[in-house]
C-alpha cells in the first residue's frame, strides 16, 4: 500500500446522534412502573407514529431487524419446504431469517446500477415452492417495485420488503407501507434510526397485524392474563427504554434524510468525476432516497487493493468499509443440496460476483457534512485511488 501523508484527517458529524427528546424520555421511563410494552405506552406510542410516517396501517416494533424479518416471514406462512428469493448482494440477515424459519433462501442477481434485485432474473428462480421474493432496499434505494408488483401478480408470490435501509423512503410518491406489503426495519446502531438494536415491521392490514402482535409475544392476546397462546411465536417485544429512543430519533428523522439527498447528490457528482470510480446510480422513480450509504464501485479493482483504499481512507478519517460479498460465499448461508453448489449459484449470479469484491461505501454520517468538507472527501478519495 503506497500513503498520502495525512495532513489533518477529516471530521464528520458523530453517529448516533440525541438530544433532549431521548434524555427526558428515557428518565420517563425509568420512573414509570413496568419497563415492557405492557407496562408503559412508549412502545404502543412508537409504533403508532412509525406507522403514521410510512403510510401503514400499523405496525410492531421488535428486538432487532432480524427476527423483524423472521417474524414477517412467520405472518406469511413461510417455513420448512418454502422458497425465499433473496438478493445475493446484502447483508447476512435478510438470508439468516429466512433459514431460521426453516425455509430455503434462493440467492438471486441484483442489477449492476442500483445494486437492487434484478427481479427478470427473479422470474427466472421461482418454482412451485416459491412463497416469497424478498428485495433489499440497497443504501435506502428502494428496488423496482413496479416490477415486483407484476412478478407477485403473474406468479402469485408475496413480496416482503427488507427495509432495513430505507426509513422514510418513497417509491413514485408512495411511502413504504403504502406499496401493499409488508416492510421490515432495523435500528441497530448504525441504521439510519437507532436504539442501539431494535426492528419494526409495518403491515398493511388487521389480519397481519393481528398475527404479528400475537406472534411476537409467545402466542399471547393483548391483555391476556390467563396464558392464552393462540399460535404458535416467540418473544420479540421491543422494551419500553428502545421505544422512548426512538421516538426522539424520529423527531430527527426527516430533516436529516432531506439533508442526505441533496448531499448525496454533491458528494455523488464529485465522486463519479474520479476516474476508476462509479457512484451507485440512482433510478429516478424511487423519489426519497434514504441514503443508508453511500456507495461506489472501482470495477476491476482487486480486493487487497480495495481494502488498501478503505484502509487509507480510514486514515484520512472517512468512514469506510468494503461491501457485503455474495451470501452465498460465507459460512453463515444454508447449507445443503437445495441450493446447488457455490459454483452453480454464482454462475447466474456475476453481478454480485463483481459487486462483491469491486464496491466500497461509505457511512450517512457522511451525508451530514458541510459540503466543503464533502469537496475535502472527493479530494482525498481521489488521492487515494490513484496512490493504492
Ligand atoms: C441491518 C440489516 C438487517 C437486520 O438488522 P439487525 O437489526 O442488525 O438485526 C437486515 N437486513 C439488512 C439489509 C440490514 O442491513
Same mark, same amino acid.
Given at each position: 500500500m503506497s500513503s498520502i501523508p495525512v495532513q489533518s484527517p477529516l471530521t464528520f458529524p458523530a453517529w448516533p446522534q440525541h438530544g433532549a427528546e431521548e434524555r427526558e424520555g428515557l428518565l420517563h421511563v425509568l420512573e414509570?412502573? !413496568? %419497563? %415492557?410494552?405492557n407496562g408503559g405506552s412508549e412502545v404502543d406510542s412508537f409504533e403508532r407514529e412509525f406507522a403514521d410516517l410510512h403510510g401503514a396501517h400499523r405496525a410492531i416494533a421488535t428486538t432487532n431487524g432480524t427476527h423483524a424479518l423472521e417474524l414477517a416471514l412467520s405472518v406469511l406462512g413461510v417455513g420448512p419446504g418454502d422458497e425465499v428469493i433473496v438478493p445475493a448482494f446484502t447483508f447476512i440477515a435478510t438470508s439468516l431469517a429466512v433459514q431460521r424459519v426453516g425455509a430455503v433462501p434462493v440467492p438471486c442477481d441484483v442489477r449492476p446500477d442500483t445494486y437492487n434485485l434484478d427481479v427478470e432474473a427473479a422470474a427466472r428462480l421461482v418454482t412451485p415452492r416459491t412463497k416469497v421474493v424478498m428485495p433489499v432496499h440497497m443504501a435506502g434505494q428502494l428496488a423496482d417495485m413496479d416490477a415486483l408488483a407484476e412478478l407477485a401478480a403473474a406468479t402469485g408470490v408475496t413480496v416482503l420488503q427488507d427495509a432495513a435501509h430505507a426509513h422514510s423512503a418513497r417509491w413514485r410518491g408512495s411511502r413504504v407501507g403504502e406499496l401493499g406489503s409488508i416492510a421490515a426495519f432495523s435500528f441497530q446502531n448504525g441504521k439510519l434510526m437507532t436504539a442501539g438494536e431494535g426492528g419494526a415491521v409495518l403491515l398493511p392490514d388487521d389480519e397481519t397485524h393481528r398475527e404479528a402482535y400475537l406472534r411476537h409475544g409467545c402466542g399471547r392476546p393483548p391483555g391476556d392474563r390467563l396464558y392464552a397462546h393462540l399460535t404458535q411465536g416467540s418473544n420479540f417485544r421491543m422494551n419500553e427504554f428502545s421505544a422512548t429512543v426512538l421516538r426522539g430519533q424520529l423527531s430527527r428523522l426527516e430533516a436529516q434524510v432531506t439533508l442526505r439527498e441533496e448531499r448525496s447528490r454533491h458528494l455523488a457528482a464529485l465522486l463519479g468525476a474520479i476516474p476508476g470510480v462509479v457512484p451507485q446510480d440512482r433510478d429516478e422513480r424511487c423519489d426519497r432516497m434514504a441514503h443508508y450509504m453511500a456507495m461506489v464501485r472501482l470495477p476491476g479493482i482487486t480486493r487487497d487493493r480495495r481494502l488498501a483504499v478503505v484502509d487509507a481512507l480510514l486514515e484520512h478519517g472517512v468512514p469506510a468499509f468494503v461491501a457485503f460479498p455474495? &451470501?452465498?460465499?460465507? #459460512?453463515g448461508y444454508f447449507q445443503g443440496p #437445495? &441450493? !446447488?453448489?457455490v459454483d452453480e449459484i454464482a454462475k447466474r449470479c456475476p453481478v454480485s460476483e463483481e459487486i462483491g469484491s469491486d464496491c466500497l461505501w461509505l457511512h450517512h454520517r457522511v451525508l451530514l457534512a458541510d459540503t466543503p468538507v464533502l469537496d475535502r472527501l472527493a479530494e482525498v478519495f481521489a488521492d487515494v485511488v490513484a496512490a493504492n
Open positions: 414509570q412502573e !413496568g %419497563w %415492557w410494552r455474495p &451470501v452465498y460465499r460465507t #459460512a #437445495a &441450493v !446447488g453448489d
